[in-house]
């Protein structure tokens, strides 16, 4: 088990993965997040991709709000959510590294969306 660290988001407590389906059929997972000011919200991460190397490296992201109660506090231009969705993101990964379920490809750069929705890790 590992320790609980109150500055970030932890699974069970600040968010919880829920299984979806995309419009094609195939299995996604959206986020609901539990913790206010954006509790009862969920949302679903789209391209996820690591830029750079070692201390250099960028975490770059997008999402979609799917679910909320108060779209003007809770929508993909807020900073403070665009910041507790990197988090959560984060913690996601750190997990899936931990448990060997993680996958990935090499990036296709053809006709990628330009939204800035990214953060940068400051581990």
Not at 1 to 12: F, N, T, V
Not at 24 to 35: A, K, N, P
Request: glycine share 8%; charged share 25%.
């Amino acid at each position: 088990m590992r320790a609980l660290d109150l500055d970030k988001p932890s699974e069970g407590v600040d968010y919880e993965l829920v299984p979806a389906y995309a419009q094609d059929g195939s299995q996604t997972w959206e986020v609901m997040i539990l913790r206010a000011p954006f509790g009862g919200s969920k949302i679903r991460f789209n391209n996820v991709q690591l830029d750079g190397e070692g201390d250099d490296t960028k975490l770059n992201f997008n999402f979609d709000v799917i679910e909320t109660q108060n779209p003007e506090l809770v929508n993909d231009k807020n900073a403070e959510l665009q910041q507790f969705a990197a988090d959560i993101l984060i913690d996601v990964i750190e997990l899936a590294i931990k448990d060997g379920s993680i996958g990935a490809s090499e990036a296709n750069v053809g006709n990628q969306s330009t939204a800035d929705d990214s953060t940068e890790s400051t581990d």
